[in-house]
């Protein structure tokens, strides 16, 4: 992979926003769903560290792309997963995953087209890019000179300097009957109100920021973090220092809920939220940001 000039790096750097060292409490008090392995929670103690204000924006991610000649594992494959209210014809995609019928195999769908052939990403420049896998962010980190940030630095950051809430700004979905993220209104999966704004993502600057000047992290797109999938730390011992997550696996973390997250069906939008996917997937919902040291 080729890597980004020096200039480009320290571009992309200054980008990034700092998050104090410290100890601060991992995990949920009690799991919604006990695979996730995200409770009880446990302290964790980092060192300050850099992180981006936002996910990986079209615009930036076809910059790495045009300079690199990069092509995505969807690109590779040709094909990925579109969920189904966002296609003009669902019914001409009737290839879905077992048990999982709002996701549709689209040929031709990939980051660019994320819809498939005959969308694009014009008017969503500023919309974080999609249709990522992990292998894929990890180039993107590899040119650019930063990284993927852990997941226990995700999750200190999330948090915005607040201490056992569920979101980035407190423990209420709706601060001020105002809506404060990109999550799914409505039936799912059978019909989307976007009574946020959004029936798919959103600008990644889109609502307020938290506590640490980052956007959107929660909500909007899940986001892969650099560790395999296992349980968090050890609540039992002193405080895990830097932790990387387990040594051992395939499947990778992904952090922070998407704009398909709904009570009824995901209610994993909360800043100690996690799923996995294998590091090959591509799905419409999945991005990153990127971290350096501090």
Known sequence: MPRAAASVTEELR?????????????????????????????????????????????????????ETGYRTVAENEGW?????????????????????PWWRKVDGA??????????????RADHPAVHIAWYDALAYCTWSGLRLPTEAEWERAARGGLGNRKFPWGDDLMPGGIFAMNTFQGDFPHANTAADGYPGTAPVDAFRPNGYGLYNMTGNVWEWVADRFGPLPDADRLPA??????????ARVQRGGSYLCHASYCDRYH????????????????????????
């Open 271 to 294: 800043v100690h939220s996690r799923t996995r996917n294998d590091p090959d997937s591509s799905t419409g919902n999945a991005g990153f940001r990127v971290a350096a040291d501090g």
């Open 241 to 250: 220092r830097n932790p990387t997550g387990a040594e051992l696996g395939h």
């Open 110 to 123: 990939c980051w660019s087209a994320p819809e498939g052939p005959g969308s694009s990403v014009e008017g």
């Open 14 to 66: 200054t980008g990034l926003r700092p998050v104090p060292g410290g100890i601060f409490q991992m995990g949920a008090r009690r799991s919604t769903y006990g695979g996730d392995l995200d409770s009880p929670r446990r302290k964790v103690r980092l060192d300050g560290f850099l992180i981006s204000a936002f996910a990986v924006t079209n615009a930036e991610y076809a910059r790495f792309v045009h």
């Open 80 to 100: 990925s997963f579109v969920f189904h209210l966002l296609l003009p014809d669902p019914a001409a995609f009737p290839a879905s995953p077992p048990g999982l």
